[in-house]
Structures are given as C-alpha cells and as structure tokens.
C-alpha cells in the first residue's frame, strides 16, 4: 500500500514536469503553418505553457503538431515521423484539414491524420485561432496529468500485460 501510494506519487510529479516541458515538432504541410507562427510568436506566448521550443527532430520531440492537410502520399511519411519519436509522445491535429480531411474530398487527401496515427487532441477551424490552438494545449496537459493519452495508456496496458 505503502509503495503504491509512493509510485502514484512520484507518477504524478513526472506527469506535472513532462506536460510543462513539451517540446514539439511542428509537422507543417500547409496554410495553417501561419497560425501556429502566430501561436509560437511572443503575442499569444506559448512560452507560458512550456511548449516555446520547436525541434525539427523526432527523436528530441515529444509532441507532434499536424499542421495541415495531409495527403495520401504524405501519410507513411507522417507515420514514420511519429514512429521515430521517443515514448510517451502526444499528437495534437491543428486544424480542420488535420483533423478530418476538412473540405478536400478528393482522391488524394486523406480524410484526417488519425488515419495513420493517434491523435490526443483535435483543434478545429481552418485556421483555428491561436486561443483554440492553446486551449487545445491545455487539454492535452489535462490528459498528461491524468495519464489519458494514448501513448500513456499503450505504456501502461503493456506494462500490465508484462506482469
Ligand atoms: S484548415 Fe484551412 S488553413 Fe488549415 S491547412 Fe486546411 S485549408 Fe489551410
């Protein structure tokens, strides 16, 4: 009892550090890179909820950003970009193209990046204002800390499954 009050403990303060130092890989394939410019910017200050440093490695990022359509040919890139980042890692789709292939019905777009991978957080809007972009944010560090994420509930269920 002991020990798991102390584990649950100590689970919690990593979860309360992680979701205040994100570090993020802005996957930008179109329009609504603007945006998310805008977001990144000192005006709306995404500095506030430790997510100001972008990487433009996978294996230095924790959460990916789509950040626009993506088409069938950019999926197995997408897929193998996410693939390459360490564990736990979190998605957010910014945008409505991100989320479900927005207004493009076509043969070649997909109809939302959960197509290829797990997606946390949508953030509708083409584009979605930069206070959506950080309420979004906000989410997802509420699933951080409440270990909701599909990354974390994958790690759990195959620490379960390995007991
Ligand atoms: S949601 Fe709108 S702004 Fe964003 S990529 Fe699609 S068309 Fe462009």
């Known amino acids: 009892m002991g020990l798991e009050f ?10 309360w550090a992680r979701k205040y130092s994100l570090f993020t890989y802005p996957f930008v394939t179109a329009c609504c890179g603007m945006e998310y410019m ?15 440093f972008p990487r433009f490695s996978p294996r230095q990022s924790d959460l990916i950003l789509i ?7 950019m999926g197995p890139v997408l897929k193998r970009v996410y693939e390459q980042m360490a564990e736990p890692k979190w998605a957010i789709a910014f945008g409505v193209c991100a989320c479900s292939g927005g207004f ?6 997909m109809p939302g990046a959960d197509q290829v991978i797990p997606i946390d957080v949508y953030i ?8 959506q972009v950080l309420d979004g944010l906000m989410l997802l560090q509420e699933k951080i800390q409440k270990k909701q994420s599909h990354s974390q509930l994958r790690i759990l269920h195959e620490q379960q499954s390995s007991r």
């Open 38 to 52: 805008s977001t990144a910017g000192p005006r709306y200050d995404i500095a506030r909820f430790g997510a100001e």
């Open 124 to 131: 509708p809007g083409c584009p979605p204002r930069p206070e």
């Open 6 to 15: 102390t584990t649950t403990r100590v689970a919690d303060a990593i979860n």
């Open 104 to 109: 493009y019905q076509n043969y070649n777009t």
């Open 67 to 73: 950040v626009g359509t993506i088409t069938e040919k």
